[in-house]
Structure formats: C-alpha cells, structure tokens
C-alpha cells in the first residue's frame, strides 16, 4: 500500500494521530522536500517518529517514481508531504503511477496553506483562483500572476498568493558544466513579492491602464502559518514592503470585498489600525 | 488560553497529536456540532480522548460565548471544529469575543474539505469560490448559487458546492407552539444537488437563457472525504441523479476547464468512463 500522509504546517506534532500510526508501521518513508518545509528539519521528525526518512526531491519523485513505489504490491510504503498531499500536481502523479501498477493507495489529510490562510479570518469561501509568485530575474519578469489577481479582486474575490521556493537549484554556470553544485534554498518574502506586485503596478500604469490593485488595496502577510511563532501581518500592499514577518514560509493575501467581520478581524493584525476604520 | 482545535474529516484519530495533547491538558472541551460531522460520534470522541465532552450546537455558540469563554484567563479551554476551526464564520466571532475578554488564542490546524477535495485529482489551484447548495421547499427554491458556478464556470474554474446540513431544526408547527422538539438531522446527498441544479438548468431554459452548466456538465460526488470508507463518483451531472455514495458528509464539484492531469485523475473515479475518452 501507498500512504500519502499530510504532515500539516508546524512541527513534527502536526501529523495525525492516523498519520503517525500509518509511518511507523511502513517499511520506506519518503519526505517530500521541494514543494513546502517545516518549522522543523528532517532531523526532528525522524526522531520523533522513531523511523529513518528517505528525502525525496523533484527530480526523485517525477523521473525515479518506480524507486518510490517499489515493491509497494508486498509493503507499506509512505510518502510524506509537508501540508495537504494533494497541494501541489506531482503528487497526483504518483497516484496515476501507483494506480497502473495495481498498487493501492490511500491518503491521510492535514492541514494545507490554503485552508489554514483562514487563521487571518478572511473567509475560504470568498477566495477566488490561487496563484503563484515566481522570483524575477534580470531577464524574466513574468506578470501574469497579476491578471489573475486583478480577475479575483473584479469578482470580490480574495486572492491568495503562494511565494516562490528555491530548492536545489544549479546556477546557470554550474548547470552548464554539469556539476551537481547547489545555489543555498531561497524563500520568497512577503515584502519581495509586495515591491514587484508594486513594480507591476507602475508598469500597469506607464501603459494607461488603471489597475484594479494598487498601493491602498488591503493585504494580509502570513509567515509560518501554524507554528507556534506564526507571524501575521493586515495593511496596504505598500505596507507590506516594510511588514516584519521573520524567517519562512511567507504567503500573501490581497483582499477582494471585505464583510464587516473580516475587517474586524484584519484589525487585529492591522500594521497601522487606521487603515481599517473607514 | 481557548485553543480552537480543527478534527479534520474521519474518525477520532484524525485529530493531530497537538492537537490531543492539548485536549487532554484542557479543563473543558467543548465539541462544535452544526457545521459538519465525523464518521464517529461524541462517545468514540471521549473514549479516544479519555475526556469528557462538552456539545456545543449553535445557539450556545452565538447567544452564550460567554459560558464557553468563562475563566479562559485561568484555564485552558479547547473548542473542537470537524474540519478545520476556520471554516465557518462563527468561529471567528469567537476568536473576537476572546481577544475583546483579553484571553489569549491559539489554533490548531486540520485538513478540511476545502482541501480535502484534491484527493479526486482536481488542482486546488484552480477552484473559484465555494457555494452552499440548501435544501429547497415547496416555497423557498433559491437559485443563487448556481450564478456562483456559472461565474467560475465562465472563468475557467471548478466549484466545490457543500451540501445542506439541517441539525437541530424546529417544524415549523413546533416552532409555533414553542415546543423545543427537533427533526431529525438532514443531510443532502449529492443525487439530491444535482436534482436541484437540473432543474435550475431547466428554469433558465425557459427563460430563454442558455446555461453555462448543463446536463452534461461534468462533475464529481465525493462522499466522507478522508473516512476509510471515503467514495468518489465523476460523470456528467445527469449521472450524478443516480451515483450511489452512501451516508453523509456528501459534496459535489462541477468542474471548469479540465487539465489533462486531472482528466486522468477523474477516470479513476468515473461512472461511465467513455465520458473521458474525448
């Protein structure tokens, strides 16, 4: 059997009761490293479940998916995911995968960003299509988040922003010589993606649009949602260049329409209160 | 400290081990009980925690927070959510009322089926907003949700539709009288939704309209998302008349444009899986 097991969004203790059962019951537990992380190393959740962890990165899960699922007809295999498993394409997957090879599956459900973003009490159900914020390079500088930030905001919707990660990326030189040397992991901030949401913006305009999102409309900047030292932070998108979250995972939130019990609950993480009395 | 505690979707062991840790630390635990249910009722809850609960419906959590907030500055009171605390609205209101009583908050996260519902192979990335389908009666027939999914529908986007839940509810015979005397719980299955959503499909007919959603619309019934027992049915929403998902908690997604990824998903679950083919 394959297990996809949701570890939720803090720490090691965040697993299910289930989840924690299932893993140490497995023969092979996989970490899947590249699409979230913990408050908390591999370390402290090999020791917590008293059970080795294999980490498994991109190019294991989607080139080597046979190493994953070997064997998995006889024993338990696990396959651990920091949130939900079924946040991000690639776990799907290894579902497909599993499925052609007549091996069962089941997965154990936690906790994800996109529903734990409610702890900042903007309402799930009034958020519209997620998307993600990619680091701009000198060379690319894609906005097509954008639009689909300013499509949500048109219908009243909320739009939550997912920030870059760099796991295990090669520079380009060192791809071009082909050596397996990594650049050190890079966590979008809050404050990055408010300055090129902010970039955008000016770009927007220099085109004579009016864009729809602009330095006063009210975001929400989250970092380590579910940890213990979770950090959240309401105000405009200009505030949010100089909002103090600390270190990752940060997501941010532009707002749609706002119910009156969303802005009384915005206030309470307000950067400048004012903001929200009108 | 009133920590607001998510149980996620199963049974009693979907609760974090934070989660119980807690619970057992606390002096009183009350059990939410309107919004959604487990596969498991109050007593496995207690037995699994080795802790007395207290039900708490929904006029004890509107009308008298005070009582579930009383001595918070001293104790330590947990309020259990099915799903994950944030929801539904009412819990936010008693985030406000603790932090006006100066008591301090903390929540513990859980899978709830607004991500949950990745598990049928449909990206969360690219849901719109979230609708309620309600019961209908012979003299209340509201269409408005189907404007919802015809919105996300338009723009390319799935919706995930939670069906009616009736807990508690009065006759209206009863009500009258003053006869605190209840129906049983109702819950709506998926067949029950897509019966409704035909008939809106049928109205806006004859107003001459020609509905984004249709018949052949395709969609998927989900039924105790994240229980052992779990089932999910896709197909048209004319099959969804007849799929047969067993008791509650049901919940239907209509679909938008669909990925390939996601077509291959949805074949494991299909009715008819000619439908998938094209």
Same mark, same amino acid.
């Given at each position: 059997?394959? #297990?996809?097991? *949701? !570890?939720g969004?803090g ?11 299932? &893993? ?5 537990v ?7 992380? !913990?408050? @908390?190393?591999?370390?402290? !959740?090999?020791?917590f ?14 080139? %080597? ?6 064997? /998995? ?8 995911? =920091? *949130?939900?498993?079924? *946040? ?13 090879l $007549?091996?069962?599956?089941?997965v ?9 973003? $409610?702890?900042? $009490? ?6 519209? +299509? ?23 905001k ?5 739009t939550l ?5 760099? &796991? ?5 030189? %060192? ?6 040397? #990594?650049d ?6 809050? %404050?990055? /993606? ?18 729809? @999102? ?10 380590? =949602? ?8 309401? *105000? ?7 909002? +103090?979250?600390? $270190? ?31």
């Amino acid at each position: 059997m394959l #297990y996809l097991i *949701g !570890l939720g969004l803090g720490d090691a203790k965040d697993i299910t009761v289930k989840g924690l059962e299932v &893993v140490q019951q497995c023969s092979r537990v996989y970490l899947e490293a590249y699409t979230s992380i !913990l408050t @908390v190393g591999k370390e402290a !959740l090999e020791e917590f479940y008293g059970k080795e962890l294999i980490l498994a990165d991109r190019e294991t899960v989607e080139q %080597n998916a046979d190493t994953v699922l070997k064997d /998995a007809h006889q024993c338990d295999v696990a396959f651990l995911v =920091v *949130g939900d498993p079924f *946040g991000a394409t690639t776990h799907s997957d290894l579902v497909l995968r599993a499925v052609k090879l $007549g091996i069962p599956y089941r997965v154990i459900h936690n906790a994800s960003i996109l529903n734990a973003v $409610g702890c900042c $009490g903007l309402q799930l159900y009034s958020f519209g +299509e997620t998307v993600s914020i990619v680091f701009w390079t000198d060379t690319w500088k894609p906005e097509s988040f954008f639009d689909k930030i300013t499509k949500n905001k048109k219908n009243g919707m909320h739009t939550l922003c997912l920030l870059d990660i760099k &796991v295990k990326e090669q520079s380009l030189e %060192n791809l071009m010589r082909g050596k397996k040397i #990594y650049d050190p992991p890079r966590y979008m901030r809050v %404050n990055e /993606a408010a300055e090129q949401l902010l970039a955008i913006v000016q770009n927007r305009r220099q085109e004579g649009e009016e864009p729809k @999102v602009t330095e006063d409309t009210v975001c929400v900047g989250l970092a380590r =949602v579910g940890a213990v030292d979770q950090k959240i932070a309401s *105000g405009t998108l200009q505030e949010m260049i100089t909002a +103090e979250l600390g $270190g990752p995972l940060h997501s941010m939130i532009i707002t749609g329409i706002l119910h009156p019990l969303e802005i009384e609950m915005l206030k309470l993480f307000a950067v400048n209160k004012v903001i929200f009395e009108n």
